[in-house]
């Protein structure tokens, strides 16, 4: 009879309870990391027939003018109210990016790295999520195209992976760390990066509960409670990181925090983030690099084979 692992049914990382955790000490005492994650997307007009998109964001229309044109919304006027937002407030930026995105929107490629922004691996594009009907070759190659398209357009090799809208197979960690990726913004059950059992793979959490679209979009929860939301998460997280060190990221898309009537809230959330004592604002390279340097890599690493 086989013994279930605890916690899970998977073998990409190890069960471990917080508790039970060596200290995580953060740059310069702090007790809490914050990492802002900035979408750059790009959503086709027209799909193939074998794409596999998120159904949120699914229409009946072909093509499919109404998402184009909120995503494209985002990246022609949402971005600079959202980078005038966190720059005014000294947040560093980490960009989940469509390679295509990149590609197609030069100019933002250049403002971002002009404020030291940190391009992640995040697909081609908003339109191609990974899927579970996908041949490991086919997976393997869209995570290899997805870099090397992203770095040709941005002078930067991503060292981050984080997947369009969550879309994994049951292999996307193994394949992320057979690609050279240094970590994985995947996963969305901790409040501490960890080691993933794949070859000095740090996953960095990617938190649901502060992000916009599952927050505002799915959840529908309205808009003047998004700044209580943000500041008191943090202010609770910095709280408990007098104990051990814990983390937050908050994720943004351009065409949904961006808009005129959401953007004062998130100026608002900001604010209130800023005048938190103990934070240390970084990228989500930053903090899986600091993690890594800090946090001994598991001699032993036993995992249950994943199916192919």
Known sequence: MTVPAPGMDHGH????????????????????????????EYYEMEQGPTT???SRYNSRSAPDVLHHSWFEYGNRIGIFRILD???????????????????????????LADLGAEFVAHG????????????????????????????????QRPRGWMSQDFGNS?????????????????WANDEQPYWM??????????HVLFD??????????????YPDIIASGARQLAEDGLTTGRFMSIGLRPWVMGA?????????????????????????????????????????????????
């Open 170 to 186: 049951i292999r996307t960690p193994r394949l992320i760390a057979e690609a050279g990726f240094d970590y994985c913004a995947d």
């Open 124 to 155: 081609l594009t908003a339109t191609e999520m990974q899927h579970s009907h996908m041949s490991e070759a086919e997976e393997a190659r869209l995570i290899a195209m997805s870099a090397s398209r992203l770095e040709a357009a941005t002078g």
């Open 212 to 225: 916009d679209v599952f927050t505002i979009w799915d959840r529908h929860v309205p808009m003047v409670h």
């Open 52 to 54: 596999i998109r998120d």
């Open 197 to 206: 059992t794949y070859d000095r793979l740090v996953s960095v959490p990617n």
């Open 85 to 111: 937002a966190l720059t005014a407030h000294g947040m560093r930026i980490t960009v989940p990016t469509n390679a295509v995105a990149a590609e197609r929107n030069p100019r933002l490629v250049r403002d």
């Open 260 to 308: 005129s009537h959401r953007i004062k809230y998130l100026e608002m959330a900001l604010a209130e983030l800023a005048a938190i004592p103990g934070l240390w604002f970084a990228t989500a390279g930053e903090v899986a690099a600091h993690y890594a340097a800090v946090t001994a890599y598991p001699a032993e690493r036993t995992r249950e084979p994943t199916p192919a």
């Open 13 to 40: 990382y190890l069960y471990s309870a917080l508790p039970d955790r060596p200290r995580l000490l953060w740059p310069n005492g702090a007790r809490l990391a914050v990492s802002v994650y900035l979408h750059l």
